[in-house]
């Protein structure tokens, strides 16, 4: 599914009307209907408020508004401004909903007043006061709409966009709604997976409002993948299969002060499909590595004081040569002696690399990069020193900051976090939509940087393995919430355990949904009959 920026379903709805020929008033009805539907979700019978502003945001609700009545709710229609101030679209649909009888406060009524100095309670609530082109905070008789919706006990179902939010950033400067359900248009937006817009819009859909499949089907610089893309792309064995052609996998981490680091990493490259799986460490953390992981051969290191000792580079190049990918970073520590260790270990190995945690640390203060194919997959600290500004910026803006990482580095990067980013050079952003905040505990990390270098070993593009991994790794952690039934709580080592149950439970999700979009049909045709 293509995701847009606000300019860019701009654009969408230009083309839509001027080059297929589609009434932007009928977009605007389909839209409305997409809205009724989510409202129907939250009730199937009451009393809606809908807020609505001046623009084509206030047609859609006013448009819902009517679609509502019709249906049997009792809708009252707060707008924002007087109907003089309505033009195109908007006064359109002003104009029809007041005909079929809803009814509309506008701000010069009294009873509008009354109304918000009263207002009563409602089974739902629609927010169609601004939509995606606004920008700023909300001000004026808008930000008093938005205060009154979020003070009434009423769920809130948003038109396209929350009110108050940046539809690029998700960042909301000022007052915002905070809905429990948002209907959104045509396509994905960059505000659903970001900052504010992470909690303010609540459960999200995205409504068919009717654009040609050949329009959106390379819109926009964004994309998720969907099961199908996924399944595709997980590791898979036949009976020709051995641990040599299944991916050999060199994890290179661990130090004394944290030998579990390279027991997660060495999990979550077994457990996502890995055929052999070495690991290159200090003693300290090769003990640890014995004792949960009997199945990995191990590589021992020189240290110095527990941290890996520069000239450990020299028997991890050796290793490496027998191997398919190397992962490297977590649990090295931040001591001088891992800098240089790094510094000689990117300059003698070219090689299909994950880079994470430590090594990240130290990649800014190298001259050296690593040789041959990387993936990064720094969390918004780590881009932070990446790239030179601070986390609040890089958080700010996500999709802007994963692509100049990717194009500073000239690698691909996997920013972490809340709907993982993946970027390469040139290559339009992927949104991993798989995980929850289960997965927020130490070490997860280190599973799926482990699972990344699974994929990688196995010969796949950079940028496609580490979306294929991600996919995984958060829909893993999904597993284990449901098994679960809890947001925190989860071990590092149990996501890694459910790693070898995605496929599956992936398949069976694809399979459930093809069976009732035929019994759908199905009904649909027995009813014709």
Known sequence: MRIVTAAEM?????RAIEEYGIPS??????????????????????????????????GDGLAAARMLVAEGFAVTV??????????????????????????????EDKEYERLLESPGEWDVVVDALLGTGARGAPAGEIERLVSLANSLPSP????????????DTGVAEGAHILAERTMTFGLPKPFLFQNDGLFASGEWFVGDIGFPEELVENAGNAWMPDEMWAMGRFPTRTRLSH????????????????????????????????????VASVPEALDAVKAHLPECPLVALPSQDGWMAPDAADTVAAAAERCDSVAVGPGLGREP?????????????????????????????????????AVLTP????????????????????????????????????????????????????????????LATGGTGDVLTGAIATFLALGGPPYETALAAAYMHGAAGDLVADELDASAGALASEIAAALPLVPSAVFDSMSSKILGDNLEFDEEDDSED
């Open 78 to 107: 707060l707008l924002a401004a007087p109907p003089t101030k309505l033009t195109g679209d908007a006064l359109a649909q002003y104009r029809i909903a007041v005909e079929s009888g809803v009814r509309v406060l506008s701000v």
């Open 379 to 438: 969390h918004e600290g780590e881009a932070a020193r990446l790239s030179g500004l601070s986390a609040d910026a890089i958080r700010a803006a996500r999709f802007a900051s994963v692509r100049t990482l990717a194009e500073k580095y000239d690698q691909t990067v996997l920013l972490k976090g809340a709907y993982s980013l993946i970027a390469s050079p040139g290559s339009d952003i992927a949104v991993n939509p798989t995980g929850n905040p289960i």
């Open 337 to 373: 002696c891992v800098r240089d260790f790094l510094k000689r270990l990117f300059s003698a190995v070219e090689t299909r690399w994950v880079v994470d945690a430590d090594a990240l640390f130290w990649l800014p203060e190298l001259k050296t990069r690593p040789r041959g194919v």
């Open 25 to 58: 008033l009928d977009l605007m009805e389909k839209a409305a209907t997409c809205l009724v539907r989510a409202v129907m979700d939250e009730a199937d019978e009451g009393s809606v408020l809908a807020l609505c502003g001046p623009g084509n945001n206030g």
């Open 10 to 14: 701009k654009e969408l709805d230009r």
């Open 156 to 167: 809130t179902v948003s038109a396209d966009i929350p009110t108050g939010l940046d539809c």
């Open 243 to 278: 641990k040599r052609n299944s991916g050999v996998v060199l994890v290179v981490a661990g130090s004394a002060a944290f030998p579990g680091a390279a027991v997660l990493t060495a999990q979550g490259a077994l457990r996502s499909g890995a055929g052999l799986v070495l």
